[in-house]
Nanobody, 124 residues
């Protein structure tokens, strides 16, 4: 079984930054990790994904502002979010899967393992 624990959400003003972390534990090799967000009344939106080789994938809405990275030794994935906008507000979930096929932004929201979510609010 896999457990994903997110941290780092919060409230910031437009233009601010946040860094989300997701620590994975368990006995399953994870070849896909990433983030998706959920806003009430809207569909899940894949934000960023990274595979076991470090290849990354981003949603067009966050390219150039968000950076996904991982520390394999710590089994942790990060999402550095800069130049935040009000439309970035939502619940951010860490997701992971043993299959590399989920390591693209369009697929990460369908991954088998999710964290509990961390709220990000961007407002003046």
């Amino acid at each position: 079984q896999v457990q994903l624990v997110e941290s780092g959400g919060g409230s910031v003003q437009p233009g601010g930054s946040l860094n989300l972390s997701c620590a994975a534990s368990g006995d399953t090799q994870l070849d896909s990790m990433g983030w998706f967000r959920q806003v009430l009344g809207k569909a899940r939106e894949g934000i960023a994904a990274i595979d076991s080789d470090g290849s990354t994938s981003y949603a067009d809405s966050v390219k150039g502002r968000f950076t996904i990275s991982k520390d394999s030794a710590k089994n942790t994935v990060y999402l550095q979010m800069n130049s935040l906008k009000p439309e970035d507000t939502g619940m951010y979930y860490c997701a992971a899967d043993s299959m590399r096929a989920f390591a693209v932004v369009t697929m990460i929201k369908f991954a088998n393992f999710w964290g509990q979510g961390t709220q990000v609010t961007v407002s003046s």
